[in-house]
Structures are given as C-alpha cells and as structure tokens.
C-alpha cells in the first residue's frame, strides 16, 4: 500500500503528482500484467538474451560512430 503524507497546504495536484511516481516507481502494474498470464522461464529467459544482444548492438555501433 502507498502512503503519500500531503503537508498542510500543499496542493492537491502535487500530491497526486507524487503518488503517480511513486506508484510508476514501485512497478506496481508492470507486475500485475506479468502475473496475469504464466511465462515459462526458458521463454522469460530468451526474451532477456534477445534484449541484452539489441542493447549490445546499440552500444557498439554508438562506439563505432
């Protein structure tokens, strides 16, 4: 559960601003929709070493140029 303490006269858009980032920082929803259905780990795996070789690719041709 998020507790967002609002001061005495702040304002309320603030306060939701705050909540917003605290909740985006929690990673509250990003779990939520990778419970709703079951990845096998072999699957969850590949997908990494698919995003770490784009990430690699990325880095060394922004060496490169």
Same mark, same amino acid.
């Given at each position: +559960?998020? !507790? !967002?303490? /609002?001061?005495? *006269?702040?304002? !309320? ?12 920082? #929690?990673? #509250? +929803? ?6 709703? &259905?079951?990845?096998?780990?072999? /699957? /969850?795996?590949?997908?990494? *070493? !698919?995003?770490? &070789?784009? /990430?690699?690719?990325?880095? #060394?041709?922004?060496? &490169?140029?």
């Amino acid at each position: +559960m998020l !507790i !967002i303490p /609002v001061k005495d *006269g702040e304002n !309320i858009d603030r306060a939701l601003k705050r909540y917003k980032r605290k909740f985006d920082r #929690t990673k #509250t +929803m990003k779990n939520l929709r990778s419970r709703k &259905q079951f990845e096998k780990p072999s /699957v /969850v795996k590949r997908a990494q *070493g !698919i995003k770490a &070789q784009y /990430v690699q690719r990325l880095r #060394t041709a922004e060496e &490169q140029a």
